[in-house]
Each structure stands twice: as structure tokens, then as C-alpha cells.
């Protein structure tokens, strides 16, 4: 069976699986994101979470994150697992890990790839509270794209 | 025949993930305008993100039979 580095799951992610896929003799550093639910957001009190993608365009998504990756750290190796379903309180949503020759470059890598699944994966989640549900976009709180789409910089870079 | 893939708050004013264009060839553009004039509640497909064949495509870009044209509202995964 052919390991899948950029991966949309059902079933609790093993963070330990993530991590392997980066190993290298040639890595210093593995620096592992773990993205997990939050209770609380502004106040409000969430009781689970159901995220849902359209799964072929982003694990190709999730693979672009790493191309780009690897665009400015050649020696970087990345996987990035999401889950989606029912999450609760506290679930693994998403393992991000990235291993380079050193440790600086990892924890860029890292941070870029959260930030980017933020932008451009097709993935979204749907709050579910006591009085009511809300599916959430837009989180990095920018305006939402006036004209359609984000600009071209965001998608292609 | 086109395929409309229509994710999250869009799914749910139309109720279903995917529905069917009979055009030949359409733009991304005209394929909003007419699905809000089908579903006049769909308005916030304005604001979503488009891909034609899991890419993202500017409202110019053109759709054929055999495409499918997805609307991807602002993403919050992570």
C-alpha cells in the first residue's frame, strides 16, 4: 500500500502514523502541529464540531501546501492528515508534520502550512452549540473574497 | 451535461450536494447567476470560492460538458 502524505480521514488520526511519514536521516528537526476543538470561541460554548470537504480537491490542496514547502526548504519532508465527521471537545482535528535539517526551517514550514489550510483547502467545520449550529468560514478575518475567489496570489503562490 | 458540486451553507439552502447543468458550455460567471436565479436563497454563493475540475477558476473561466464546477464558501478547516 502507497503512504498518502496529504490525507482527509474519518477515523482518529494516529499522530505517531503523521510523524513517520517524515522521517529522515538527514532531518535535525520534525516539528508536529496538532490542531485541536476548541471549546470555547468568543464566549460561546461549543458542544461538538462536524467538519465536512470535497475531499479529492483537497488532498490535492493539502499536497500543493507541500510542494510549496518544499519550494523554499528543498530538504523538507511534509504530511498533513484532516479529519472530518463529528469531532468533540479536545479531538485531534489536524497533524501537520514537517521534517528538515534544521530546526528553524520546521517550525516555518509548520506555521506556513496551518495558515495556508486556512486559505485555500476546501475543508469547512459547523459549530454545533446548545442553542443552535453555524457553519463557520472565514476565519482568518479577513473580508470574504468580494469578487468570487481569492486573489490569484493566494491560490497560485 | 455539467456537474454542480455545492458545499456547506450552499448544500444546505439547495439541499443537495450535486446538481446538473444541460449546457454545452457555460461560464463560471453565468453558472452563479443562474443557480441564484434557481435558488433565490443561494445569494451567498456570490462570496464562494469557485474550482472547475478542483482548481480555482476566475468567474471568466469556461465550463464544458463533462466538467465539474465546484462553489467552495470560505474555508475553515485547521
Known sequence: MTEKNFEIVQEPIKIEEVISK???????AINTFIGTVRELTKGKKTLYLKYDAYVPMAEKKLSQIGDEIQA??????????????????????????????HRADS???????????????????????????????????KTAYPDGKPNPEEVQK | MIRILLFAELE???GKREIELSDEEISV????????????????????MAAVNEEYAENTVLAHEGDLVAF???????
Open chain 2, 72 to 78: 467552495i464558501p470560505p474555508v475553515s478547516g485547521g
Open chain 1, 107 to 141: 517550525f516555518d514550514g509548520s506555521r506556513y502550512a496551518i495558515e495556508r489550510i486556512k486559505e485555500i483547502v476546501p475543508i469547512w467545520k459547523k459549530e454545533h452549540w446548545e442553542d443552535g449550529e453555524k457553519w463557520i468560514g472565514d476565519q482568518l478575518e
Open chain 2, 29 to 48: 460567471g453565468e453558472i452563479r447567476e443562474k443557480l441564484e436565479k434557481q435558488y433565490p436563497d443561494l445569494h451567498k454563493i456570490r462570496s464562494a
Open chain 1, 72 to 101: 523554499k526548504y528543498p530538504d523538507a519532508k511534509v504530511a498533513i492528515t484532516h479529519r472530518i465527521g463529528e469531532l468533540a471537545i479536545s479531538d485531534i482535528a489536524v497533524v501537520i508534520a514537517v521534517s528538515t535539517p
Open chain 1, 22 to 28: 517524515v522521517e529522515d536521516r538527514n532531518a535535525g
Open chain 2, 12 to 14: 444546505e439552502v439547495v
